[in-house]
């Protein structure tokens, strides 16, 4: 509860100079995810739901729940031990390839946005583990996040206009996903997402976190002057964060990827 009272009080703080941007959407949601976080039945039926979506792929490890000793105040789950993937020098010294684990990590989450809709939505180092094979370990399914079909959908389209530099294709997905309000004269946005794609496309994880952030703050608010109405829908609100940490992983296991 203190922690959501501090981040009220940062939200308030902030609607003062941004006042364009609906920040208390942002609020709710967090609000209601760190409340979720506190049931550990809800956080065992996470655990399990993701067990069964990776039970066909060996590279990812999911802890068993011991249901007979969890209640809604006690969570068991099977031990798993392994280095902490930010843990480079542990990773190398048993031999495990690190770009493997990157790409590898990079498929379960894949797999989880575009195929289940059901995502693991804290995956700071104390919460992944890697072991020799190379085999990941999640843990702690008390963040997590579901993603509609249609927003499933409106993903595949975006990432794939991303791939193939389709800057119209784009901007459409992120107008049925709602982040773009539907206007006449898109092409404003779809000129300015072709310069995005010019600067940021290509760059590496670790070239991107090498950036200014002032120059990307003048970004972000020459697309908020191009399209005053673009907000973050709730249900993307815990995905950016889990792209912002994938991001930082990624830059840590592989530099020049």
């Known amino acids: ?29 967090f609000s209601r ?16 739901a993701f067990a069964r979506n990776f039970s066909d ?9 011991y249901w ?24 190398d010294a048993q031999g495990i390839d ?3 684990v990157a790409r590898d990590l990079a498929e379960a989450y894949c797999q989880m946005f575009f195929t289940d809709g059901l995502f693991h939505g804290d995956p ?10 190379p085999e990941i370990v999640l843990v702690d399914f008390g963040m997590v996040d579901r ?5 499933k959908e409106g993903l595949r389209r975006g990432f794939t206009a991303i791939v193939e530099r389709d800057s119209l294709g784009l901007v459409r997905a992120l107008v049925d996903m709602g982040f773009i309000p539907l206007t006449r004269n898109l092409q404003p946005l779809v000129q300015f997402v072709d310069r995005i794609f010019a600067k940021y496309r290509d760059i590496s994880p670790g070239e991107f976190k090498a950036m200014d952030i002032e120059e990307m703050g003048n970004d972000i608010m020459e697309a908020l002057r191009l ?31």
Not at 3 to 16: A, G, S
Not at 37 to 48: P, R, T, V
Not at 147 to 151: A, D, F, L, Q
């Open 33 to 48: 995810i760190i409340h979720e976080e506190l049931d550990y039945i809800q956080e065992a039926k996470n655990a399990a």
């Open 147 to 151: 993603i509609s079909t249609p927003k």
């Open 124 to 133: 700071h180092p104390g919460n992944i583990f890697v072991r020799p094979g």
């Open 227 to 257: 399209s005053p109405s673009i907000q973050i829908p709730n249900d993307f609100i815990l995905f950016g964060r889990v792209m912002g940490m994938l991001n930082g992983l990624g830059s840590q296991l592989d530099p020049d990827t």
């Open 98 to 100: 690190r770009k493997e």
């Open 1 to 29: 509860e203190a922690d959501i009272r501090t981040f009220h009080f940062i939200i308030r703080l902030l609607k003062i100079f941004y006042r364009r941007i609906n920040l208390d959407v942002i609020y709710s949601e």
């Open 68 to 91: 007979p000793f969890t209640t809604s105040k006690v969570l068991t789950l099977e031990f798993l031990d392994g280095a902490k993937i930010t843990d480079i020098d542990a990773i």
């Open 57 to 65: 792929n060996p590279k990812i490890r999911i802890p068993a729940v």
